[in-house]
């Protein structure tokens, strides 16, 4: 069992830039792939970006790529997500995930996740 808390979001200017933090509980946090994912108002929930458990590997989202940064902390059981550059279409819910441990669809499948966050509301102003 992992459980997933978000926190770090706010409403801020276009232009800025904002930390999310994504804290777990659990002993499977650092075998597994992260991701962040985010979804707008009447909009699917979207990939944003993932590491894997030694974060060896990221991966991000044509949408955030070179303004977004995806990093983990295993020994704080923490995934993060730095996010610059903000304009107005970042607007979202930003949710954190955990890949099942097992799983063989793409990471950037939601189904490939096994635990959600809540998720954190991210507002950019114009």
């Excluded at 997933?4 to 946090?29: H, K, M, P």
């Excluded at 970042?90 to 959600?116: F, P, Q």
């Amino acid at each position: 069992q992992v459980q997933l808390v978000e926190s770090g979001g706010g409403l801020v200017q276009a232009g800025a830039s904002l930390r999310l933090s994504c804290a777990a509980s659990g002993r499977t946090f650092s075998s597994r792939t992260m991701g962040w994912f985010r979804q707008a108002p009447g909009k699917e929930r979207d990939f944003v970006a993932a590491i894997t458990s030694s974060a060896t590997y990221t991966d991000y989202a044509d949408s955030g790529k070179g303004r977004f940064t995806i990093s983990r902390d295993n020994a704080k059981n923490t995934v993060y997500l730095q996010m610059n550059s903000l304009p107005p279409e970042d607007t979202a819910v930003y949710y954190c995930a955990a890949r099942k441990t097992t799983s063989g669809s793409s990471w950037y499948n939601l189904g490939s996740y096994e635990y959600w966050g809540q998720g954190t509301q991210v507002t950019v102003s114009s």
